[in-house]
């Protein structure tokens, strides 16, 4: 890892982990959670001018140093998993790096000890590649992962993570909803080109999300 592949995976984490007091371990961050899930066009811009060199590298294979160092791998999956999403908005585009994060994620789930090392806001964003699947397993790993980290943060006595980390399996579940019944996302068959059954028309049109 030389400085230039440093000085980025530090440029990813700082602006996606804020402020920068942020513990990413025992509470909560309102400013982190609105820049993850409410970002708009500003976070979108700014992830377009500063990270998007990155996804042709992703693509030829040359970040993939960055899966030996614990911060490399944290940032390649935000790359992968999340800003593909702001870069690519309203782009079939935005999911061709999914199964890079996912099997990222599953290296680092399979190894107890290294998944163990990372803090809990920050396995939140190892798990949500399983959540972004539409694999029906995936979706039995983001609750099962999710609720595990619940559980240890009530046993830390951490309350607000307990409480984050049991809205994401509820979120979790409603996502799962939407596999169980159709075995896709109906919200990505415009975008991804795909016909899209009448139930899943019904669907979208009564307020599904997903």
């Not at 942020?22 to 609105?34: F, G, Q, V």
């Not at 049991?166 to 990505?188: D, N, T």
Request: aromatic share 14%.
């Amino acid at each position: 890892m030389d400085q230039k592949d440093s000085e980025v995976i530090k440029k990813i984490l700082d602006y996606w982990f804020i402020p920068a007091d942020w513990d990413r371990h025992s509470r909560t961050s309102p400013e982190a959670s609105k820049r993850h899930f409410f970002g708009g066009q500003e976070v979108d811009q700014y992830i377009i001018n500063n990270f998007s060199h990155l996804f042709d590298q992703i693509k030829n294979k040359q970040l993939e140093h960055w899966k030996k160092d614990h911060f490399g791998r944290l940032a390649y999956i935000i790359t992968c998993d999340q800003f593909s999403r702001n870069a690519f908005r309203e782009s079939a585009k935005q999911y061709d790096f999914d199964q890079y994060a996912l099997d990222l994620s599953d290296e680092i789930t399979a190894n107890q000890e290294m998944y163990n090392a990372y803090k809990f806001y920050e396995r939140q964003f190892i798990i949500l590649p399983y959540m972004h699947s539409e694999n029906l397993q995936h979706h039995h790993k983001c609750l099962e992962l999710s609720e595990q980290v619940s559980l240890e943060a009530e046993k830390q006595n951490l309350p607000d993570v307990a409480k984050a980390f049991k809205q994401m399996v509820q979120f979790g579940k409603s996502h799962m909803e939407a596999i169980l019944k159709f075995g896709r996302y109906p919200s990505r068959n415009k975008v991804l080109g795909r016909e899209s059954t009448q139930e899943e028309i019904d669907y979208m049109n009564n307020g599904g999300k997903w």
